[in-house]
Structure formats: C-alpha cells, structure tokens
C-alpha cells in the first residue's frame, strides 16, 4: 500500500515588503517596495504510512504550521509535490476535506454561538454522515471525551479543555482516515490534556487512524508517536523513530540521588570529577549529569556510593526537550 | 445541488435562530433598515413636488424604477454581509482556513455564513411600491410579464453580486482594506434614475464596466413600456451571466493566493 502522506521537496515562499518606520516611511512605503521573499519551508521531503502517530517539532517560526497547513489545502505550495490520502490538497480541496480532520489548538473549527450539538449536526449534513454513524459516534464521543455535560452550551461558553474536546469530536465525527494537529494540547490543564491523549491513542488503534501533531509540549510527542520529525528554518532537521533520536542525540545520563541526611552535603565536591556536574534540586535531592561517552553509569554510581551515604537512586535518560534543543542549535549534526 | 439546498435551508434556520435570539438587537436593526428605505422614497417624492417630470419620466415611473433597484438589491443585502466584513475577519483574522477546511465551496460558506435579515424588508417594500406603480400607471401586465419581472429581479441580484464579489476577492492580493467598495457602493445610487440623464461617459461605466444600468433602468424601460432599448433588456440575462461567471474566476483565483496569517 502507498504511503498516505508522500511529501517530495516542498516549498513555501512568502512574499513581503519591508516596512519602513515612522511617518515618512509610511508616506515612502506608498511608493517605493522593498520585495523581499521568505521562505517558510525548504525542501521538505517526507512520507507517513497509515495508522502512523507522527509527531511534528520545531521552534516558533520554524514551518511547522505552514507545512500543516499546505497538507490540509489551506497553502498552496510554491514548489514540490504533496499527495495525501490519494489527492493533491489544494487542487482536489473539497474530495480531500471530505476525508480529513483538522484540529488547531489556537482557533475552533466550531461555529462560535450556536450550542455544540447544534454545530455537530450542521457537520453531519456537511459531511454527508448517515443517522446510523452518527447517532454511534456521537455516543462513542460523549462517553469517552465526557462532551455530554456541555453539548447544549454554546461554544463560546466553554472553557479552553472542553473546547477543545468538543474540536476534537468535531474533526473526527466523519471518521476521517488522517488527521491534523496544530498543538492540541496547548494551554490545557494536566488532566485535560491526558484524557485528549488517551483519547488520540484510542482513535489511533481502534480506526488505525493517521495522525500528524505539531507540539511544544515534547510530552505529548513522547505519550503519542513513535516517529518524531523535527523541522527546524524551514528545513527537515531529524526524521526517524524517536528512540533512534536519543539514542543517536543523547549525550548526558543523568543520575538523581537522596542524600541520606545534611551532613553529606558538605562532600559533595568529591564526586563531581571532569565531566560530571551536580545540581541541586532540594535540600538532599541532587542531580549529576555527565557525558555517555567519557563515563559509565556503572562507573559513576560506584564513585557516588562509595563515597556519600545515599538513601536512593534514580538513572534517567537525558530530558527531550534537552535533546531537541540539542538538535536546534548544531542542526542536526551531532551524531 | 440538492446537497447545497439543503445546506443552505440549514445555515439560514440556524442563523436566523441565533439572530431572533437577541431580539432588541434584530427589531432596532429592522427599524432602522425601514426607516432608510422610507427616507429614499421620500425624496422621490420631495423631488417631484418641485418638478412635474424628468425626461420625460413621471412621479410613478420614476418610482418604479426606484423601487426595481432597490428590490434586488435587497436580497444582495441579505446575503451581503459578509463580503463588506471578508478583508478584517476572513483575510486578516485568518477565519478563512476554517472555510478551506471544509468540503463545501467557498463562496456559499462565506455568503451564508450570516445573513442581514431585515434587508428582506427592502424586497418586500420594493414589490409593494411596484404594485402601486403598475396600478397607477394603468400598465396591463400579462403571466408572461411577471416571469420576465422574476427573471430580472434574478439578473439585479447576480449583477450585483458580481461586481462586490469582484471587489472583495482583491482582498485575497492586497492584504490592506481597500478604499475601492465605498465609491462603487455609492455607484448604485446612480441606478435609481434613468440612465439618460448621464453624460456618455458614465452611462457607458453603469452598462459595460460596473453594470448597474442592468440591474435597474434597462429592465424598468422595457416594464414602462418604453421600446428604446428594448435590445439591452434582452441583453440583461448574458450581461448577468457573464459577469458572475467572471466574478467567480476572480474568486476562485484569490482563493489559491490566500496566504493564511499567524500560526
């Protein structure tokens, strides 16, 4: 079976003026354009088999969005080939929205003052979904997203996670095979954004869903996909399963450890040697970092016991976010 | 077709049902809408105190082709809403990604989206007036003339439509509001008198360039029973045609240079 998502060198320039500042320029920008062009996203290549969670990572600015949104048909791309579930986005627009759902965490999809049933039933006529499909998903939806409470209030009524529950049942009602994330889980509470991830999960492995997120919350990446592609000035910067990544960008173990009472504190300089560090985390937690290549954990917690009285011990893998940001600033090159 | 019917059968209950929900809001929007159209016919009236005739054009024809402007033109309103609002709230606030994410065309999303409700009181005025109009002026209307009649209201409501959504898709280029709706919105006033008191020059731009005469004097000359330009009421289907079919190349050009805002 053919990818359901097959990205070939995809483009996207902006083009703009540059303004000039202050009144005068205001008068020179009527007649005189500097043209610049910017380009969102460079060459981009990629492709997502069915059923796959992929989660899509870079900075502010970096393209992400403007990749989301020239796969869902919103952009047209300057250059390069995208087909998605069988069609050309832009050019096959309403065969292609037919059979997607698109969440953006920023905005609703939802028809702002009218209560959420009411917003469900226009898209079942949208949609074309028979009585039959749903009047079941529907049940599905209030059971799992809990939107029963709150399917008569009107949609600017809700808070931030109920909104977003009810975006969600939204794009998924016509049980599309692809789906689109534009940071779901953003500004949402703990709880809020576990339940969404357990229901994404759900989808994933019941309808074999496709899904693509974009995502600050690197926690969301490391609960949902397998694959991370990470997308950094417009240019694909890593693409692979996300233990590869760590596997090939990690470079510290980290070694967290209980003091056993305040008179140890006091040794702690015997165990940082050259490439550990320790930092405080409270009064007698304390974490030592050091580089995979130089020390063995083995070899590090050996030094520590032997040396400080210590109550317990954890090893943990260098934080995402450390290794993304890794992968940020020498541009994928530390392999 | 029968899908976009529906459709738009849905849109329509549920805005009206949204609408009829803040109920000071539509009766003050209402009142006002009357009192404009009332204030219009006024100064027909006010003007024909003074004068007997204009060119040749009595109290009652003139009113005639008062009320056949503004009857199209009321249920352009209706549906118009939207396109005075397309540049800040679908351009620049960026709600027309959530239009593109939906397997509908967006031209009916953006049109039905809202719909000025009161403006249908200008269509019901307008018919009433023309009511008035054709028993004054004694004309003997047959089934066949209250086809044509429908047809042309139909051709006013496409013209016009044409020339705002022509106007409205230059937002999809130009990302500032663009001063150029206010001018031709005042345009239409020029179709509530006969065209024949313009110079060349502007009546040339009401026919061919912003075709207002179409939606109002050519039809209204051949109802009065006025034959000199029996060939442009003829005309007034293809003129109609032609320009929507053009206005909505403009528009779907524009959709495919919509370069959506923020992230």
């Not at chain 2, 009206?16 to 809001?25: H, I, M, S, W």
């Amino acid at each position: 079976m053919p990818p359901i998502i097959d990205v070939k060198d995809l483009c996207k320039d902006f083009r703009t003026f540059r303004r000039r500042e202050g009144v005068w320029g205001a008068v020179q920008n009527l007649f005189v354009r500097d043209r610049i062009t910017v380009r969102a996203v460079d060459r981009v290549s990629f492709s997502i088999e069915r059923g796959e969670m992929v989660g899509y990572i870079g900075a502010n600015g970096a393209g992400k969005s403007t990749t989301i949104k020239m796969l869902t048909g919103i952009l047209v791309p300057t250059s390069g080939r995208i087909i998605a579930n069988g069609f050309v986005p832009y050019r096959d627009r309403r065969k292609y929205t037919k059979e997607l759902g698109v969440v953006f965490g920023q905005r609703t999809q939802l028809w702002w003052d009218i209560a959420v049933v009411e917003s469900f039933k226009l898209l079942k006529e949208i949609y074309e979904i028979s009585d039959h499909d749903y009047r079941q998903r529907l049940g599905v939806f209030s059971e799992i997203l809990s939107v029963k409470d709150y399917l008569y209030t009107p949609v600017r009524k809700l808070s931030l996670g109920e909104r977003m529950r009810c975006d969600l049942a939204a794009a998924l009602l016509h049980n599309p095979p692809l789906l689109f994330l534009d940071e779901p889980t953003i500004g949402l509470d703990v709880v809020a954004k576990d339940h969404i991830r357990e229901f994404l999960k759900e989808v994933n492995r019941v309808s074999r869903t496709t899904v693509l997120l974009t995502t600050h919350d690197l926690s969301d990446i490391e609960e949902l996909c397998s694959r991370i592609i990470i997308i950094d000035r417009g240019k694909t910067l890593f693409d692979g399963q996300l233990a590869d990544m760590k596997a090939r960008h990690a470079r510290y173990n980290q070694v967290k450890f209980l003091l056993k009472d305040r008179s140890q504190v006091g040794r702690l300089g015997e165990v940082t040697n050259d490439g550990v560090s320790c930092n405080r985390l409270d009064e007698l937690t304390y974490v030592m970092r050091f580089d995979r290549a130089k020390h063995s954990t083995a070899e590090v917690i050996r030094s520590l016991v032997n040396r400080l009285e210590v109550k317990d011990i954890f090893v943990e893998e260098e934080p995402i976010e450390e290794i993304v940001k890794r992968i940020y600033i020498t541009g994928g090159l530390s392999a | 077709m029968k899908r976009h019917l529906r459709l738009f059968a849905l849109y329509f209950a549920q805005y009206t049902k949204v609408r009829l929900a803040y109920k000071g809001d539509f009766l003050i929007a209402f009142f006002s809408s009357m009192v404009a159209t009332v204030l219009g016919f006024g100064f027909v009236w006010v003007l024909f105190s003074k004068i007997p005739k204009l060119q040749g054009w009595s109290f009652y024809e003139i009113l005639f082709l008062y009320a056949f402007s503004i009857t199209p033109l009321g249920l352009f309103n209706v549906v118009s809403w939207n396109l005075y609002e397309f540049g800040e709230q679908y351009i620049i606030q960026a709600k027309f990604d959530r239009v593109l994410l939906r397997p509908v065309s967006t031209l009916f999303q953006v049109l039905f989206e809202r719909f000025r409700l009161e403006s249908f009181q200008e269509v019901v005025t307008g018919l009433g007036v023309i009511y008035i109009c054709i028993i004054k002026l004694n004309l003997k209307w047959h089934v066949s003339d209250a086809m044509w009649f429908a047809v042309m209201v139909v051709c006013g409501f496409l013209i016009y439509l044409s020339v705002f959504l022509s106007l409205t898709a230059v937002s999809f280029w130009f990302e500032d509001r663009v001063g150029i709706v206010p001018p031709v919105f005042n345009m239409l006033t020029f179709g509530r008198y006969p065209l024949t008191i313009y110079n060349d020059f502007i009546q040339f731009m009401l026919s061919w360039i912003v075709p207002f005469g179409f939606a109002s004097f050519y039809p209204t000359t051949h109802f009065l029973g006025r034959q000199s330009f029996r060939t442009y009421f003829y005309l007034t289907p293809l003129v109609a045609i032609a320009f929507f079919t053009l206005a909505v190349a403009v528009w779907n050009r524009g959709v495919l240079n919509y370069s959506s805002t923020g992230s």
